[in-house]
């Protein structure tokens, strides 16, 4: 039983920093490549990153966003600095096969797992 777990959301304020983690269980994580996506209120979920043999970003976190993983722990992470107001939203985590263009994974449709979400809340 594939089982994603994400965690390290919160509530911060603009500016501040986070980490996500996804703990990926009943999978052999080095084989997937992985994602985040999130979800706003009243909005349709969304690519945030992918990494596989590459590692790619939505505009709107790059620069601000880091996606990387510990094959050793069967956890990938997203350490998210600069938050902004519209930064919030439930993030999740996904496992998906590998493609060769990283950018290709941006789709829902790349994705095999999904986690549960982790709440991120920055106020203004």
């Known amino acids: ?10 509530l911060v304020q603009a500016g501040d920093s ?13 084989r997937y490549a992985w994602g985040w996506f999130r979800q706003a209120p009243g909005k349709e979920r969304e690519f945030v990153a992918a990494i596989g043999w590459s590692s790619g970003y939505a505009d709107s976190v790059k620069g601000r966003f880091t996606i990387s993983r510990d ?12 938050l902004k107001a519209e930064d919030t939203a439930v993030y999740y985590c996904a496992a998906g096969p590998y ?4 950018m290709t994974m941006s789709g829902e449709s790349a994705y095999d797992y999904w986690g549960q979400g982790t709440q991120v809340t920055v106020s203004s």
């Open 1 to 10: 039983q594939v089982q994603l777990v994400e965690s390290g959301g919160g």
């Open 71 to 82: 094959n050793a722990k069967s956890t990938v992470y997203l350490q998210m600095n600069s």
């Open 18 to 30: 986070l980490r996500l983690s996804c703990a990926a269980s009943g999978v052999t994580f080095s």
């Open 99 to 102: 493609r060769r263009n990283i």
